[in-house]
């Protein structure tokens, strides 16, 4: 449940915004996914953390689907939907077992996705020198920036053939 996250991704820079969702979030998953052995040795292997992980990865998936719903901006829209994401690893994770290498897979096709879309919204805000609105009547002029914007947006949700969401 990272509240700072989409109004730290509005205001960086594109390449800052592609490193907090493509190696720092994954980053500090990993670090409390090291962490699920030693909290289960210590709690006596009741499965309590998995349940608590699968848990907070459900409440900031639901959290992050409301508010991707308003918004406008692609920075702040990208920035909830890494919310979100890290909810669904965050549940593969607390399922265990294959969940685990679901999640690990999840992760890896979110760290591309998202750097790929970050760098696509970051160049729309650097031709249009503006806030980069998704319903931006210029994206269909730049073919390019568009196409790859669509391409990442696509994979993040887990169109074919993209890794499964």
């Given at each position: 449940m990272h509240t700072w996250l989409p109004d730290a991704?509005?205001?960086?820079?594109?390449p800052v915004s592609a490193?907090?969702?493509?190696?720092?979030?994954?980053?500090?998953?990993?670090?409390i996914m090291r962490y699920?052995?030693?909290v289960e040795a210590a709690t006596g292997g009741t499965g309590w953390s998995l349940r608590l992980l699968a848990l907070f990865g459900a409440i900031s998936m639901v959290v992050a689907a409301a508010f991707i719903l308003f918004q406008r901006d692609a920075k702040r829209l990208l920035a909830y939907c890494s919310v979100e994401h890290m909810g669904i690893i965050a549940i593969g994770l607390g399922l265990g077992g294959v969940g685990t290498f679901c999640g690990l897979f999840h992760s890896a096709n979110h760290s591309l996705g998202k750097t790929a879309g970050f760098f696509c919204?970051?160049?729309l805000?650097?031709?249009?020198?503006?806030r980069n609105e998704i319903a931006s009547r210029h994206l269909a002029g730049r073919a390019a920036v568009g196409t790859g914007l669509l391409l990442a947006l696509l994979g993040l949700i887990g169109v074919v053939p993209s890794a499964p969401s």
């Open positions: 991704h509005s205001q960086a820079p594109a490193i907090f969702s493509g190696v720092m979030l994954n980053t500090a998953l990993y670090c699920i052995p030693v919204a970051g160049r805000g650097q031709i249009y020198v503006q």
